[in-house]
């Protein structure tokens, strides 16, 4: 499976903390995005980086992107219960269109 | 930014029958389209790529005569369930890409699929 890997797979922490979620994939990239969802809903398109880029924010977010490790980060500071949903990373292989998902991390904030 | 649609947004059905999800992009064309389904606690797994004026490209695994494909029109992509049985039962999300050269996807809502 092209599927990419992220961890941990759930994350509980309070309201004010910081989330730091990772994900790995398989192959060389064309742009690596992350996406949250919330529960039976669909997804909501949170960043983009593209292959040339080491690091992004808007606003709490900070994503990471290291392809020599294939591996990206996903920061959110001072998490607000409404940050509660599922996150994945989603990348696009050059000459590709697809996306190929991870495995989410399911976050949850407590008040 | 871009509105993607999805019709109907939860079905249930009984085994045998067939159900058709519409997917629209409300206010672009997008020539090309993406079919996943979601199983519960699980990620998205791509079942198709869905061409205007073409026919589908099938993941492997995805038997396309019972996951039927038509995109007719560059704002509507639909997928038919042929057949469906219980274990069709599953959350299905249509994407968009806007056109060439455009990166993002845009996701519409879902439709829960339910098959007794």
């Known amino acids: 499976s092209q599927q990419g890997e992220e961890d941990p797979q759930a994350l509980s922490i309070q309201e004010g903390e910081n989330a730091t979620m990772n994900c790995s994939y398989k192959t060389s990239i064309n742009n690596l995005q992350w996406y949250r969802q919330n529960s039976g809903r669909g997804l909501v398109h949170l960043i983009l980086?593209?292959?040339?880029?080491r690091e992004k924010h808007s606003g709490r977010l900070r994503v990471t992107l290291d392809t020599s490790k294939k591996s990206s980060s996903l920061l959110i500071t001072a998490s607000r219960a409404a940050d509660t949903a599922s996150y994945f990373c989603?990348?696009?292989?050059?000459?590709?269109?697809?996306?190929?998902f991870g495995t989410g991390t399911r976050l949850l904030v407590s008040p | 930014g871009a509105v993607v649609s999805q019709h109907p947004s939860r079905v249930i059905c009984k085994s045998g029958t067939s159900v058709k999800i519409e997917c629209r992009s409300l206010?672009?064309?997008?020539?090309?389209m993406f079919w996943y389904r979601q199983f519960p606690k699980q990620s998205l797994m791509l079942m198709a790529t869905?061409?205007?004026?073409?026919?589908?490209?099938?993941e492997q695994g995805v038997e396309k005569d019972k996951f039927l494909i038509n995109h007719a029109s560059l704002t509507l992509s639909t997928l038919t369930v042929t057949s469906a049985h219980p274990e069709d039962s599953s959350f299905y999300i249509c994407?968009?890409?806007?056109?060439?050269?455009?990166?993002?996807?845009?996701f519409g809502p879902g439709t829960r699929l339910t098959v007794l």
């Open positions: 206010d672009f064309q997008a020539t090309t």
């Open positions: 980086i593209r292959s040339n880029e």
């Open positions: 869905s061409n205007e004026g073409s026919k589908a490209t099938y």
């Open positions: 989603a990348t696009d292989r050059p000459g590709f269109q697809k996306l190929v």
């Open positions: 994407s968009a890409l806007e056109g060439e050269g455009h990166n993002e996807q845009f």
